[in-house]
């Protein structure tokens, strides 16, 4: 598991750094975000859920069985939308109302 960064998509608007418990995400000379030491990533995901480009993406690697499939995060009002892009195959989202989420 890990984060991984499409430069391309990034427009280098830091929130992503700011959030970063870890202080891992540091921007390269054109502004766009890098991880500094990716093996040291917590895999909080905390930088997917402030990326509003889909330039941050949580890796599922085949060890959790994820089978190198990218799951990104944006919101909508009070949702949440989680979407699972696998590398073969249609997107699945998932949608969590934000204040039921720790609803147990």
Not at 12 to 20: A, K, L, Q, S, T
């Amino acid at each position: 598991m890990s984060v991984v960064v499409n430069q391309e998509k990034c427009v280098g608007c830091r929130r992503c750094v700011e959030v970063c418990p870890g202080n891992l995400l540091k921007t390269d000379a054109s502004g766009r975000v890098y991880i500094r030491r990716p093996k040291d990533c917590w895999g909080c995901t905390s930088c997917i859920k402030e990326c509003a480009r889909d330039a941050i993406a949580f890796f599922l690697g085949a060890d959790i069985g994820g089978r190198g499939s990218r799951l990104y995060t944006r919101t909508e009002g009070d949702d949440r939308i989680w979407t699972i892009v696998p590398p073969a195959g249609e997107p699945r989202t998932i949608t969590v109302h934000r204040k039921d989420a720790n609803r147990y």
